[in-house]
């Protein structure tokens, strides 16, 4: 009788912890969700503390200082911007860039779903924004199908029922340590879900890649008609790539002109 007594409370026990264990995680995933954090002092801005600031904002791979390592700005003073381990909610993030962007003349950039946080954002026309291969609205994708959104709906389940396990930092190839199950699942989500109510940003200019794999382009311009574009020959978000960096440093200063 003893022994049952003892497995029921174990099992009790067990059952509690890991209500806990989900419920601590499920609040602190709520209220950090979506958070930008700054991804590391870019060495190159010593002498431009008085120049107008550049968010760069991450994309898939939450590495924004590498992503943007090879593109240059000389002419800004630039704040690289990664997503919270907690997970990605383009909201709050959005929210968040609203609040970073109080400078006249400050430049916006994201890249993929990052861009999905500044359309979600109250961006006006005394900011500059450049959205690089932007994942915004779940059409363009070119997964979009029942099929991959049940998908993303059944990995932020099992990421929510993973608790505190969720936000542990995994070392996916070159992502280094900026990455977890949270926010992956998270992100895959919201690119299958959520259209964001498209506000008529005049300054918003798109960068777009001809070999994309992952985007429709021809969606995206329907979607931005009225933006300016540039194409280049690359592959998606490739910002990071010697060989296709100096494309989007050229794209860039086109637009940004």
């Avoid at 990421?159 to 895959?188: E, H, R, T």
């Avoid at 994309?212 to 969606?219: A, F, G, I, S």
Wanted: proline share 5%.
């Amino acid at each position: 009788m003893k022994n049952k007594g003892v497995k029921k409370m174990i099992k009790t026990l067990i059952i509690l912890l890991i209500v806990v264990n989900i419920i601590t995680c499920l609040t602190a995933r709520i209220i950090q969700g979506g958070k930008l954090v700054v991804s590391g002092e870019d060495i190159r801005n010593s002498s431009r503390r008085d120049k107008p600031t550049a968010y760069l904002i991450a994309g898939m791979n939450n590495q924004a200082s590498t992503a943007y390592s090879l593109i240059d700005f000389p002419d800004k003073y630039t704040v690289p911007l990664d997503f919270s381990l907690f997970g990605f909610n383009p909201i709050n993030a959005g929210d968040q860039i609203d609040v970073l962007c109080r400078q006249e003349g400050a430049v916006v950039m994201g890249i993929s779903v990052g861009a999905k946080a500044i359309i979600y954002s109250g961006m006006d026309a005394g900011h500059k924004v450049i959205l690089i291969n932007p994942c915004v609205y779940p059409d363009t994708v070119k997964l979009d199908n029942p099929f991959m959104k049940v998908a993303s709906i059944l990995l932020e389940v099992i990421s929510y029922g993973l608790g505190w396990l969720s936000v542990i930092p995994l070392p996916i190839g070159d992502m280094g340590n900026k990455y977890s199950l949270a926010l992956l699942s998270d992100q895959f989500f919201w690119s299958m879900w959520g259209s964001p109510k498209y506000q008529n940003i005049s300054n918003i200019k798109i960068i777009l890649s001809t070999e994309d794999e992952l985007l429709k382009n021809d969606q995206i311009l329907e979607r931005f008609a009225f933006a300016k574009h540039i194409q280049i020959e690359t592959k998606h978000g490739r910002t990071g790539e010697p060989k296709s960096a100096p494309l989007y440093q050229w794209a860039i200063k086109i637009l940004l002109q």
